[in-house]
């Protein structure tokens, strides 16, 4: 069962996962005393803990991590799982959101991960919280050279994730062009190369505010074939919000870049009557389908252990 307030990304969610139960209400005002379930994932908004929110402490976001609590508690849940960004972690709801579950008989662990390692081609750091009732703490394991799942090198690259996909976009399954440029912002993309960003810009074509300005290095910067994509945010199609130019195209990453980039199948669709903004928005906050399956693959273990400890217990008694 899915619950979520945005209904766009309802829409979503129903247009790939349709036999699957989606309920469009505030978290916060939901009971789920009436459900059972095993496993609770939580990706509350990251906003209210994100540095680039000057007024994050307070924010009334962060008080979601309660409703996780009180979720896992009215359903039993066995196992718990909070993804977020990183200062998440040295908030004070974050403290308190691990003090809870292990109040509750929940071994927790937590810590920061990055995407990168595990099969994503975006270097993505991540606040992850996982918390196992009565059993082992479990944590998703990291890819390498050598494992049998894997027959790409453990770190994927913007090229991995581009490959058989055309340069021009072709309108198909959301990799779509987007406004028409300016010739003014066609010469500033062309003078970025490779790996490139505004520092590379000659002055007579910087915005006024950039000439003196120092910092944000990522700004209007232009991907790297050989090396992972930086971290993809919710507006990806305005290039002057970070590094989302085509390797060599000059022009931003289309919606289907973005998602492979993000490590989305080109099966996962996107509704085609939704924004463009509504879509970038879903496809920046998601979390990588290829990280989500580690954690998957992690709580599947710990489960199945504790199954076995049960059975061996019931035979010995």
Not at 168 to 194: C, F, I, K, Q
Request: glycine residues 6%; charged residues 25%.
């Amino acid at each position: 069962m899915a619950v979520d307030i945005d209904r766009d990304a309802l829409q979503t969610f129903a247009l790939n996962f349709p036999d699957v139960p989606a309920l469009r209400a505030d978290v916060a005002q939901t009971a789920f005393d009436h459900l059972h379930a095993d496993v609770v994932v939580a990706g509350p908004p990251c906003q209210g803990f994100s540095t680039l929110n000057r007024r994050r402490a307070g924010d009334p976001r962060n008080l979601l991590l309660f409703d996780v609590v009180r979720c896992a508690e009215e359903v039993e849940a066995r196992a718990v799982v909070v993804e977020n960004v990183p200062p998440m972690l040295k908030a004070t709801e974050g403290h308190q959101l691990v003090a809870s579950l292990r109040q509750r008989g929940y071994r927790v662990r937590a810590g920061v991960l990055n995407a990168a390692y595990f099969g994503v081609p975006q270097t993505r750091l991540r606040a992850l919280v996982i918390g196992i009732r009565d059993g082992a703490a479990a944590w998703p394991e990291q890819l390498n050279d050598d494992d049998p799942r894997s027959p790409l090198p453990a770190v994927r690259t913007v090229a991995d994730a581009f490959a058989l996909l055309s340069r021009e976009p072709d309108g198909h399954n959301w990799h779509r062009s987007y406004e028409r440029l300016t010739a003014t912002s066609r010469a500033r993309y062309r003078a970025v190369p490779e790996g490139g960003s505004r520092s590379d810009i000659p002055l007579d074509l910087r915005f006024d505010c950039w000439r003196d300005a120092r910092g944000h290095s990522d700004v209007l910067g232009r991907l790297h074939w050989r090396r992972p994509a930086s971290t993809l945010r919710t507006e990806f199609f305005r290039p002057e919000k970070g590094r989302f130019l085509h390797p060599t195209e000059d022009r931003p990453i289309t919606v289907r870049e973005a998602a492979r980039l993000q490590s989305f199948p080109d099966t996962f669709r996107f509704p085609e009557g939704q924004t463009l903004t509504s879509v970038a928005r879903q496809v920046g906050n998601a979390m990588p389908p290829r990280l989500a399956a580690s954690i998957a693959r992690a709580l599947q273990r710990a489960l199945a252990g504790q199954a076995r400890q049960r059975s061996a217990a019931d035979a010995v008694g």
